[in-house]
């Protein structure tokens, strides 16, 4: 859903790493060329194979990149807060390669496809930040495929639940999303996440308020299942 350009978009700019070291002019020009949009959990941003329509700026939310595979879905990466999406194809050509959901509700700042070349001619060090971001992202996919491989179901799931915890403000936290979204992130069906989870239960390894709430009672213990 497109939201009225607001007056504050070129302090949000700022606030974006790959924009923030552009002059306040150069900032006020992309805000004024870009839009906001507004998205609930799950809508769809785009789908596989579409054409793109833009650069995406996550300013608040969250998205998921996600493939299918053997009927699957597999999160590749997510996006929060400060993060640009949508750029690879603008870059190389031809259509989205992964499917974008927002993981709850989420606003992004959109530069139509023009309006993103025109800021890369205009502006070459806007060009560098952004090759400098692709390939810190690039490295991240890398080191998520090796661990991948390295780890079995519920050596990804207890490496999401550290992660998560230690991401939290207190001792209780929330997966990111649901079981099933859980279950994307690592590759594997529900079913088997949900039996992973309750094993640690059983174990001691992990807490549950029943409300969706989390706690490691020993940290040291649940990282020793990891290799």
Known sequence: MLEPRSHNMVDELARIPLFAELQPEALALLAAAGTSRT???????????????????????????????QGRQHVVHTAG?????????????????????????????????????AALA???????????????????LVERLDERHGLDVRGRVVRELLERSAAAAGPWFRL???????????????????RVLADLRARGHLESDG??????????????LTP
């Open 176 to 194: 990111a999303g649901t079981q099933a979204d859980l279950a994307e992130k690592v590759g594997s069906a529900r079913e088997v996440v949900v």
């Open 39 to 69: 998205y609930a959990a799950d809508a769809v941003l785009w789908l596989t194979g579409q054409e793109p329509d833009g650069l995406y700026v996550v300013l608040s939310g969250e998205v998921r990149i996600v493939r299918a595979r």
């Open 122 to 140: 205009g502006h070459p060090e806007l060009a560098w930040r952004l090759l400098r971001h692709l390939s810190q992202r690039i490295s991240f």
């Open 81 to 117: 807060p400060g993060a640009t999406i949508g750029e690879v194809p603008l870059l190389a050509g031809g259509g989205y390669p992964a499917t974008a959901v927002a993981t709850r509700a989420t606003r992004c700042f959109v530069l139509e496809a023009g309006e993103f070349r």
């Open 211 to 224: 409300r969706g709430r989390y706690r490691i009672p020993d940290r040291a213990a649940l990282s020793a």
